[in-house]
C-alpha cells in the first residue's frame, strides 16, 4: 500500500480561503542593470480560465502577438504580448485602486487596444487619457517601448500614476515588482502581499547574484518555491521517490494552481530593431510545460503547440493540465489547494518538473542560439525552422516520458 503523507505544516497553510480569480505576479526590469542592456517585463497569469494559447493579430494600426484565453480567437481580451513596433504590455489586477475593493472587466480590453495602437509609452499615456471614463479597470500596467522606456502604471477607473523603472529615484536597483494592489492604493484592500514578500526575496537575490537577465527569471521566478510569508521552501520537503505521495498545503506561491501562463518580453536595445522584441512564455502551468522564445515574424508564424491548435487551444498547454491533473489528484475536498509533490520532484528525479526543466534547457539552448543569429541577419526562415524543431522536439519527447 502506498504511503500516504499529509505535509499540515502550520494553520496558516490551511486558512486558503477563496482568493480573487486574477491574481497574477509581475516584475520589470531596466535595461540600465540587465546583462545585454534590454529592458524586461514579466508576468506569471493567475486566472479562472486555465487553458491559454498564443496569436498573431492585426490591430487597427500594429501587428501584434499576445496571449489569451483559449477559444478567444478574436481577441476580445489580450492579456500580454507585444508589437511589431516593439512596444510591449502585461498587467496584474489592482484590487485596491478604484476604493471599493471589486473587481473590472476592461483590463485585457486595455491591452489589446494598447497592442493594436501604440508604439511608445507617450502613446499608451495618451490612450489612458483619451478612453472613456470610467475605464473598467483596476491594474498595474506594465510596458515596455523600443526607446529604452520601461514603467509600471498603477491604473484605476479614472486615473493614473507611472512609475519609470529608467529613474534611479524610483527604482534605485533597477527593478520593481507587482502582485495584486498598487502601491498608490487603499492598503486596506491589499492582495497578493505574501507573494510580493516572495517575489522581493527572490529578486533581492536575483540582483546580489547578477541574475536579473531574461533566462534566468523567465525560468526560475514560476518555480520559486518559497513562500514570502512562512518561509518554507517546498523543496526542502522533497518526497524519496515518486510513490511517496506527499499532499503539501499550496496556496499564494509565485506558482499557483490558477496560474495558466508565463511572458517575459525582452525588448530591445537603442538602434536595435524593433522586431527583435520578443516573448519569452511558458504556454501553460510552468511546472508542467516548457519556456521558449516567441518572435513576430512577416509570415505570422508560430510554434503550432502554442497556438490554436484548430479547436481554439494549444496542444502544449492542455498537454501541461493533463500532467498537472496528476499533482492535484484529490477528488474531493479544497482539491486545488493540496498538491503531491511527489509527482512534480522527488529524490530519485523522476517528477514531472524535473523532467520539464531538461526538456526545456535545450529549447532554450536552442533558442538562444536561433535568436542570435536572426539579431545578425534578419532571417527569419531560421526562426520558423526553430519553430518547426520546437513542434516535433517537444511533440516527440512529452510523449516519451508521459
Known sequence: ???????????????????????????????????????????????????????????????????????????????????????????????????????????????????????????????????????????????????????????????????????????????????????????????????????TTFMKEACREGLLDHDYLVTHIPRYMTHGLTKMNIYDFMPEKESDTTFFPFADYTVRYSTASVILVQGVKPGESPLNTVSWTIMGWPLTTVAMPLVLLPSGKLPAIVTDDGTGHSWLCEKGLKLKSRAFSLKRGNTQDYCNIAVLFNKQGTGILQKILSLEEEVMCHGEETLSEFRKSNDTLVVETYYDWVDAYLKKHYRALF
Open 1 to 199: 500500500m502506498k504511503k500516504l503523507t499529509l505535509a499540515l505544516i502550520t494553520l496558516a497553510f490551511l486558512m486558503v480561503g477563496v482568493q480573487p480569480s486574477k491574481a497574477c505576479t509581475s516584475v520589470i526590469v531596466s535595461g540600465r542593470v540587465t546583462k545585454d542592456g534590454r529592458p524586461l517585463i514579466y508576468k506569471n497569469r493567475d486566472t479562472r480560465t486555465l487553458s491559454n494559447m498564443t496569436l498573431v493579430v492585426q490591430g487597427p494600426r500594429y501587428r501584434y502577438l499576445g496571449l489569451v484565453n483559449a477559444e478567444d480567437t478574436t481577441p476580445v481580451d489580450v492579456w500580454g504580448g507585444h508589437n511589431e513596433a516593439g512596444f510591449a504590455i502585461v498587467n496584474t489586477a489592482a484590487y485596491n485602486l478604484n476604493g471599493n475593493g471589486g473587481d473590472t472587466d476592461g483590463d485585457g480590453i486595455l491591452i489589446r487596444k494598447a497592442l493594436g495602437l501604440c508604439a511608445t509609452l507617450a502613446d499608451f499615456e495618451r490612450l489612458i487619457d483619451t478612453v472613456k471614463k470610467p475605464m473598467d479597470v483596476n491594474s498595474n500596467f506594465a510596458v515596455l517601448d523600443a526607446q529604452g522606456g520601461c514603467a509600471y502604471y498603477e491604473t484605476g477607473n479614472y486615473s493614473f500614476v507611472k512609475f519609470d523603472v529608467n529613474d534611479t529615484l524610483v527604482a534605485p536597483d533597477g527593478y520593481l515588482m507587482r502582485t495584486n494592489f498598487g502601491t498608490t492604493g487603499n492598503h486596506k484592500l491589499d492582495v497578493g502581499v505574501e507573494r510580493y514578500q516572495a517575489i
